[in-house]
């Protein structure tokens, strides 16, 4: 869209030419590129840009923190394989927005943090202006790829760059520097149009060789206790289908990492969600799908894997990713896509199936570990346990299979990951490769907005404080979300005692009964206490059918908890003292 409308100067008699700038630049390139959506905080030198992209029909979501307005881009991202867009304001603005866009380049989730900045004359000769932060720079060892825009015959350009960057190979966070001057910046508006970049096939298909489908195949034929692990890169591929063929048509057991719970429903014979250890000690053969042997799988190697060697099989598009803990014997790089369906085709009509006392082995172990969880999450006692209360959210969630489950916390995290089965595609989001406190808000929000599905977010009281206040962003906005706060009263606990004897409270122990049910009304929405599961399933179960904006108290027993929920072993030992 031109800024100016043509008009007659009277002086000189003759029509001036029609213009725009950068501002509008910036919207019809993102526009061009099918982005509709900007997650955002306003302030200078970005408000009237939010203004415009408004005017001209984008959603622009406005935040309270641009901490949480990129955790939603992120997790758009992820929701949709195209870039989520998070735009703030210069140096204190995008310092808040670089966490989220360094956990986006740590997840691999597709994300452009569109930050304005001051003048770079000043800013470079360290002159103290506005905001001054040579934001470029900082950004650049977060994110996948870094880019500043100078000139407004560059914008198109540089969006595009940003865009393909962001979800070509590997999905990313990418920064892109817009300086205030450059929104000011007039160009003839049909020059502006033609440096406009429609970004043609923007994650192309990448293809495996075939003989390292060959080989995988070789390798998972000669197996005898083969396993399966789906990871979150098998999710965001949307290639839903031809993993399911795979899995099935293998016959193999699968595990699937935490988000990619319900590629596959919980329930499917074949998953060794339940077994988890017994899968990664027993299996000979492994074939990971989208994931990485991050600190999750123990690096691939020593207690959690068992003694005996294993041959690993490995799809991912990151090349890079291959041998990067132990020896891949199989590596097959390319698009998840693509990789499965050509497995798949290899292994033609009659793959044989693996080893029956293996499979039975593994689904012996499955049926013990569900069966000995299933009486607890019965339980209706009061003040409730973490299984007490998840046992009823387990039910909210089989009764509503196209709701969004957003979990942070600890405890409530690591329950709830066990407890809440899945049964579709991308329906649970959390804290992700960095077990970071602090999406739960944001990834709420987008979840309701880019897939118009209801929202239950499953919250630590400790996580819920990171993000607490976009509640406000939640009301403004009418969305579907019914946000659940496991109060025990603090971190792991609302038990510990300050180890002096007195003074402050224990650094891990929050304000006794408090009712964060009680925030939410301030902004309009509906508030609830529950103190026992009865009242928790009437309280969510009224939330969730009402699609409109919930908190409700899930007031959890402060002792039920344990250190770091089930990473305890994780937290380093003083020599000195125990505690
Ligand atoms: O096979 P075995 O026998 O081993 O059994 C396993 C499964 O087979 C079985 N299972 C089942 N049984 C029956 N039925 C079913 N359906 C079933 N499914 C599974 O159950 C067990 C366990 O299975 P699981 O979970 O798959 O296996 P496991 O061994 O746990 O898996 C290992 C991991 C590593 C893959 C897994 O544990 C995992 O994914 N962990 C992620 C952990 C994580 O990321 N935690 C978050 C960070 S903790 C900490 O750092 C916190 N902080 C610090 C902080 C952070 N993080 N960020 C920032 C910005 N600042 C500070 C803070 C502040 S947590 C935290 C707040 C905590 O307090 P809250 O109040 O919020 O929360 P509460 O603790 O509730 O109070
Ligand atoms: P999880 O935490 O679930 O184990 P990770 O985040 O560790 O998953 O791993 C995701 C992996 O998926 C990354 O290595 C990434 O390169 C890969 N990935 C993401 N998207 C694709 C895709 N479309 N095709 C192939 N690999 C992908
Ligand atoms: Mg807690």
Redesign the pocket.
């Known amino acids: 869209m031109s800024a100016q409308v043509d008009g007659m100067d009277p002086a000189a008699g003759k029509a001036e030419p029609e213009l725009t700038d950068g501002f509008h630049l910036v919207i019809d390139a993102l526009r061009l590129n099918g982005i509709k959506t900007i997650y955002m905080v306003p302030g200078i030198p970005i408000t009237d840009l939010g203004r415009y992209m408004q005017a001209e029909g984008l959603r622009v979501l406005s935040f309270r923190h641009e901490q949480n307005a990129g955790y939603a881009a992120a997790i758009a991202g992820y929701l949709t394989k195209r870039p989520g867009v998070c735009m703030t304001v210069s140096a204190p603005g995008f310092l808040n927005g670089l966490t989220a866009l360094a956990h986006a380049t740590t997840n691999c989730y597709p994300m452009i943090l569109m930050s304005g900045s001051s003048e770079r004359e000043i800013v470079d000769l360290m002159q103290g202006d506005y905001e001054e932060m040579d934001q470029l720079a900082i950004a650049r060892p977060l994110a996948k790829a870094a880019f500043r825009v100078l000139h407004a015959e560059d914008i198109g350009i540089g969006i595009a760059r940003a865009i393909r960057a962001a979800v070509s190979g590997r999905p990313g966070g990418v920064y892109l520097d817009l300086p205030a001057k450059l929104l000011g910046q007039a160009i003839d508006a049909a020059e502006g149009e033609r440096s406009l970049v429609r970004v043609i096939d923007p994650a192309p298909a990448q293809l495996p060789a075939p003989e390292a489908v060959a080989r995988a195949l070789g390798v998972l034929e000669a197996a005898k206790r083969p396993l399966i692990i789906l990871g979150k890169g098998a999710a965001y591929a949307q290639a839903d289908d031809e993993i399911r063929a795979l899995v099935e048509k293998s016959g193999v057991p699968y595990l699937p990492?935490?988000m990619a719970k319900g590629l596959l429903p919980?329930t499917h014979p074949q998953s060794a969600?339940?077994?988890?250890?017994?899968v990664l000690q027993q299996s000979d053969t492994v074939m990971l799908i989208g994931a990485r042997l991050n600190?999750?799988?123990s690096h691939g190697k020593g207690k959690a894997w068992g003694t005996e060697p294993k041959r690993f099989i490995h799809i991912d598009i990151e090349p890079r990713e291959m041998d990067s803990n132990v020896e891949i014997a199989a590596p097959v790089v390319g698009d998840i896509g693509s990789c499965v369906s050509a497995l798949v085709a290899a292994m033609g009509e009659d793959w044989p199936a693996p080893p029956s006392d293996w499979t039975r082995e593994v689904r012996e172990?499955v049926t013990a570990?569900?069966e000995?969880?299933a009486p607890r999450l019965q339980n209706n006692n009061v003040p409730m346990d973490?299984h007490g209360a998840l046992g009823v959210l387990r039910t909210v969630i089989n009764e509503r299979p196209d709701a969004i489950l957003v979990n942070?916390?600890?405890?409530?995290?690591?329950f709830a990951?066990?407890?809440i089965?899945m049964h579709k595609p991308r329906k649970r989001l959390d804290?992700g490769t960095?077990?970071?406190?602090?999406i739960g808000m944001g990834q709420a929000i987008a979840a309701a907005v880019e897939t118009g599905h209801p929202v239950l977010a499953v919250?630590?009281?400790?996580?819920?404080g990171?993000s607490g206040m976009e509640i406000e962003t939640i009301c403004r906005y009418k969305l579907p979300i019914c946000v659940v706060v496991?109060n025990?009263g603090?971190?792991?606990?609302g038990t510990d005692t300050n180890p002096s004897g007195g003074g402050d409270v224990a650094t891990t122990v929050f304000v006794a009964g408090a009712r964060y049910d009680r925030m939410i009304e301030a902004f309009g929405g509906t508030g609830y206490n529950a103190t026992s599961p009865d009242e928790l399933r009437r309280a969510v179960t009224e939330a969730m059918d009402s699609g409109r904006p919930a908190l409700v108290n899930a007031v959890?027993d402060p002792a039920s908890?344990t250190e770091?929920?089930?990473?305890g072993n994780l937290n380093p030992q003083s020599v000195v003292r125990k505690k």
Do not use: H, P, Q
Not at 434 to 438: E, F, I
Not at 490 to 493: A, D, E, P, S, T
Not at 564 to 567: D, K, V
């Open positions: 990492m935490s919980d969600g339940a077994a988890r250890s017994l600190w999750l799988l172990k570990n569900v000995r969880m973490y942070e916390g600890a405890n409530t995290l690591d990951r066990s407890i089965d804290v960095w077990g970071v406190m602090g919250e630590g009281d400790s996580a819920f990171f496991f025990n603090g971190i792991y606990r959890i908890g770091s929920g089930r990473i």
